[in-house]
Each structure stands twice: as structure tokens, then as C-alpha cells.
């Protein structure tokens, strides 16, 4: 079976000379950003001292400007230079992850069809998140034939209505918004044959600079001249829970500076944040944590895997939802911030799970 991986690259063209890569002055960077110590950080990566110091020597002469700062006793820091290229290589890094994820499955699915080799046994589309991450990590480490691809929550369910994957991740408010935000998916959950697939609760809120400098509370606060806001993109699951409650909390989008501004995951907002492009963004908690940033809860929000009651049958099916109830799965979620894994693996009907969308709406007579 195959497995690619597709990773981008930082190429520095000049004076129309051929482009040099930047790839091993950015590990450099990263890691003198955590060690402050250049000699420990060549004995980390298994290079000479003196290569450290060419690359440095190098990066300086390439962009006209040290990246590095040496200090007394080997010490080392990065310059403003050095913590912009820095912030921008994780802002990258964050904002493509998933969709080169997504493009290294359609990869491999191409290559096996091209080698005749059995097609990928199951078809997995969903909203990205890091307890999905997790999930797709195990199947890898296990060599388990899948084909993953991120997209938002309405996106992928309806392709699991359109039979073109056999799972789909999707998540919903608890509490009061949930009957609101279920409005957006009866198109697809109307269908009793589907079948629900806890995977995870999570926390969605504010994530600011740590030691909160701004003073943020609650979304009020977004309105604030002096505020900057980086919002999730049109679609996502993230931006229909936001607009909402926005709307409870009548405030309206134009009074809010900075919304308009996108990126396409929660990583991609924490980062944007953390590089100080923007004051304040709404997500999960483990993106926030994950950049250093403070974080303040605003609502909780479960993730759910949907399948038709078929496809329950399936191997390859079965095998996740196994892998789902297993405690070093559940433990790992419980680790990711602001994650609760205490439902993982537990199957449903839309009834069951949802007695507010039953309430509202008509279920297709289930068919055996």
C-alpha cells in the first residue's frame, strides 16, 4: 500500500539567480526559538556545530540580514527577522496541513488504481479537527486502508448522501443552539437510516494573546475599535456557530474589524494570532493551547462521525469504531485541550441523538 506525503517548501529567489531552498534555515530557527542555544540545538539534529553556523552564515548572506542573534556562552535568539520567517512557515504549515492531507489520500488512491492494487477500503469525509487528526494518525500507524479528506460539516455530509464516502464528520453546538444549527443539516439528517458515532465533545471560544493584553470577555468585546478578528471561512461548521451567536447576541458583522478576514483552519487562526497579525479569533481550544494562547470558553460542541445503518457491517467500519472504544484512543483525545472523549465509539440513531431535530422535522420511514 502506498502512502504519500506532500510537504511545502520555502524557495528564496534573488537577482535572478536560481532559487535556494530555505527548508534547513527554518529548522534551525525553529528549533534556537525553543533551545536558545545553538549548540544544543546542532547536537538535536545530529549536525556539526560549525554546518550550524554556515547555514546561519548562509541565511544571513541570502537575505541580507541575520536570522540569529549569538550571545555570550552560546547562547542564541532569533531576530525580528527570524521570528517573522519563523511565524510565517507556521502559518503555512497550519493553513495547509489538511488540505494537503487530503490531497496526499487522493494521491494514494491514484496510485493504487495505477498498480492494481485493491482500492482504499474506506471512504472517511469530514470537518477537520484535531480528534479526527488523531483518528487519522492510528489508522496510518496500523497501515488501515483509508481515504481521508477534509471539508466542511454540510460538505460532508452531503457526500455520505451522495454515496461518496461511507463516513462523515460533522459537529453541532450543545444547548440551546443546537436546534438552530441542526436547520443547516436536515437536508441529510432527515434520513432515520443514518446511524451517529460519538467521537469527542470540544470547547469553541476566543482565543487571544497570552496574558490577554486586549482584556477580552465575551463577544462584545469583538466590537471594540481597537480589537483585530480573524474569522473561519464561509462554510466551515466554526463560522455558522459564531454567526449565531452573533445573532443571539445581536451584534452585527459590520461592527466587527477584521471579520471579513479568512483561514481555513484552527491552527491557521490560532497561528495567524500568535504572529500578532490579529488580536483575537473563535475556535477550539487545542489550537489555542497548541500556539500558547489564552483562551476563553464561550460554547461546547460534540463531533459526531455519521454512516448509514448498512455500512455498519462493514469491516472497515467496524474496525474504527473498535478502534474508537479502545482506551489509548480515547486517551489521546482526552489529552487535546479542551476535548472530552467520555461518549467515543458510542453508535446512535438520529432520534436518539437529536430529540430536537424530530421534534421539528419529519424522518423518512426507515427501510430494512
Not at 532569533?78 to 519563523?86: I, P, V
Not at 487522493?106 to 479537527?129: C, Y
Not at 464561509?234 to 458583522?253: P, V, Y
Request: hydrophobic share 40%.
Amino acid at each position: 500500500m502506498f502512502k504519500t506525503l506532500v510537504k511545502p517548501q520555502w524557495l528564496l529567489a534573488k537577482d535572478g539567480k536560481p532559487p535556494e531552498s530555505l527548508t534547513e534555515i527554518l529548522v534551525l530557527c525553529a528549533a534556537i526559538d525553543e533551545k536558545q542555544n545553538l549548540a544544543q540545538v546542532c547536537r538535536d539534529l545530529g549536525m556539526s556545530y560549525r554546518h550550524g553556523w554556515g547555514v546561519l552564515r548562509e541565511a544571513k548572506r541570502a537575505l541580507g540580514m541575520p536570522v540569529v542573534l549569538m550571545k555570550r556562552g552560546r547562547g542564541a535568539e532569533l531576530t525580528e527577522l527570524g521570528r517573522k520567517l519563523l511565524w510565517a512557515d507556521k502559518r503555512i504549515a497550519a493553513r495547509l496541513t489538511p488540505m494537503l492531507q487530503t490531497l496526499e489520500s487522493e494521491l494514494d488512491t491514484e496510485l493504487a488504481r495505477t498498480f492494481s492494487i485493491a482500492p482504499v477500503g474506506l471512504r472517511v469525509h469530514a470537518s477537520h479537527g484535531f480528534a479526527i487528526a488523531a483518528l487519522r494518525d492510528v489508522l496510518i500507524e496500523e497501515k488501515f486502508p483509508v481515504d481521508l479528506k477534509y471539508m466542511g460539516s454540510q460538505e460532508a455530509l452531503a457526500s455520505l448522501s451522495r454515496k461518496e464516502c461511507d463516513i462523515a464528520g460533522f459537529h453541532v453546538p450543545t444547548g440551546k443552539l443546537e436546534t438552530a444549527a441542526l436547520a443547516f443539516y436536515d437536508s441529510w439528517l432527515g434520513d432515520a437510516t443514518l446511524r451517529i458515532i460519538n467521537l469527542a465533545t470540544r470547547q469553541q471560544g476566543l482565543m487571544v494573546m497570552q496574558g490577554n493584553p486586549k482584556n477580552l470577555k465575551t463577544l462584545s468585546d469583538l466590537k471594540r475599535a481597537d480589537v483585530r478578528f480573524v474569522n473561519r471561512q464561509s462554510g466551515s461548521g466554526t463560522r455558522m456557530l459564531l454567526d449565531m451567536l452573533l445573532k443571539q447576541q445581536q451584534i452585527k458583522e459590520i461592527d466587527i474589524v477584521g471579520y471579513e478576514n479568512n483561514e481555513y483552519t484552527h491552527a491557521a487562526i490560532a497561528a495567524y494570532i500568535a504572529s500578532g497579525m490579529a488580536d483575537v479569533g473563535f475556535g477550539i481550544e487545542t489550537a489555542a493551547r497548541q500556539f500558547k494562547l489564552d483562551f476563553i470558553p464561550i460554547a461546547m460542541e460534540r463531533y459526531f462521525l455519521a454512516t448509514h445503518k448498512r455500512s455498519l457491517n462493514m469491516t472497515s467500519v467496524k474496525q474504527v469504531i473498535d478502534i474508537l472504544n479502545t482506551r489509548e484512543f480515547k486517551h489521546v483525545v482526552n489529552q487535546l485541550p479542551g476535548y472530552n472523549a467520555e461518549r467515543c465509539g458510542s453508535v446512535y440513531t438520529v432520534a436518539e441523538t437529536f430529540s430536537s431535530l424530530t421534534k421539528r422535522a419529519k424522518v423518512v420511514k426507515e427501510k430494512s
